[in-house]
């Protein structure tokens, strides 16, 4: 029973850490709520202004949200040697990495999606948008997990890899970017959704088959480089 | 006659513009641990990187014998934060998926921590790390037949320096092999090879 010994050997392993730090995935998801908190603030509590901004505010945050917490992925592991430890015996490694990446996503991804219909209200976001706009999320946010785990996984042996990563994947993030909010503009118009949610749902599930892969394959890169 | 463990031929490895070695064959036989000696920089940890399979940057042959293999290199590659039971069972569900757990508490005891399992590994001293990384060699034992160790008695004191002979000779009585590199001269005993990398002497 190799495979689901390493998934989820690997799983407990990294779901003991993330509770015994978490900061390392608050963080993410304090700054997620500080931006959206500070926008009516900064620019107008006027529910006009703020409405069709709504949706964007809310998908930026997210994917700058992702973003930082992105570095630390693996950069612990590869200093600590337990990324050597893992590509020389965790064959296939695509397990172990979908593993870590769910603990990631558990930890980031899905509590801002939870959030995401109380703090669309602070930004009076259209209450016909707000749950096309959460399930948006809840399709998106795993793509940005997965895409910007291979950025990780590239940048991993680089001593300040942050800015880096951030110019690696973020023009891969545009498209869920611009999916996510033509969700909201969809609903506001009262027109079917479904489409569109249809084409991250498909994202999210190429992302899901292919990522891993690339991830393994540049972890262990960084491994044999390192 | 047996097949070694373990058979390097005509290996040649350059870093950074500089051979490290080049024309180098030797084997690990069942029942043989080899110390490789040699000065910093000889290309020791990168020989072993080499036979872990870890550094594919080489020319010449490197064929070991089926099964995993236990790599452990100068980190103890520990996750601060985990205990040490639980360090250890990840690394048991890497390599030996489905082993009873009850064997952590053995190699922990095995390797002088009995009664330090539940401790996060952050708040161990250095030794004590590496006595947790070296507690993966009793929890492989024979099923690991090959063990890379780089620099197994860093921060050990006497008596760690001693468990680790003591492991490492119960491992090739055995049959299993190891290569290890060090800077400590050990008394010489059977089944103990040295191979110098670098200017023979040199330290």
Known sequence: ?226 | METPLLTVRQLRCERDERVLFADLSFAVARGTALQLRGPNGAGKTTLLRILAGLHPDYEGEVSRAPGPLAYLGHRPALSGLLTAEENLAHYLSLTAPGTDASAITGALERVGLAGYEAVPCQALSAGQQRRVSLARLPLLGIAAPLWLLDEPFTALDDRGIALVTTLLEEHQAAGGGAIFTTHQPLAPRPGLETLWLGSEGAS
């Open chain 1, 1 to 226: 029973m190799k495979i689901p010994g390493l998934f989820w050997g690997q799983f407990r392993r990294d779901g003991a850490l993330a509770l015994r730090q978490p900061g390392e995935l608050a963080n993410p998801l304090a700054f997620f709520v500080l931006v959206i908190t500070l926008f009516p603030l900064g620019v107008s509590p006027e529910s006009a202004v703020l409405a069709p901004l709504a949706a964007g505010v809310l998908w930026i945050a997210a994917l700058l949200s992702t973003l930082l917490g992105l570095e630390g992925l693996f950069r612990r592991d590869r200093d600590e040697g337990t990324l050597e430890q893992l590509v020389l015996h965790g064959d296939p490694l695509v397990f172990a990495v979908l593993a870590r990446l769910l603990v990631h996503w558990l930890g980031t991804g899905l509590p801002l999606t939870l959030l995401a219909p109380a703090l669309g209200a602070m930004l009076a976001l259209p209450e016909e948008a707000r749950w096309p706009v959460t399930a948006g999320l809840a399709l998106g946010t795993p793509i940005l997990v997965l895409l910007g785990g291979v950025g990780a996984a590239l940048t991993v042996s680089l001593r300040s890899g942050g800015v880096l990563l951030a110019l690696l994947v973020l023009p891969l993030f545009i498209p869920v970017l611009i999916l996510g909010v033509s969700v909201a503009e969809l609903a506001v118009a009262g027109l079917p959704t479904a489409p569109v949610l249809a084409w991250l749902g498909a994202g999210a599930a190429l992302a899901l088959v292919t990522a891993p892969f690339a991830i393994a394959g540049a972890l262990s890169i960084a491994v044999e480089t390192g």
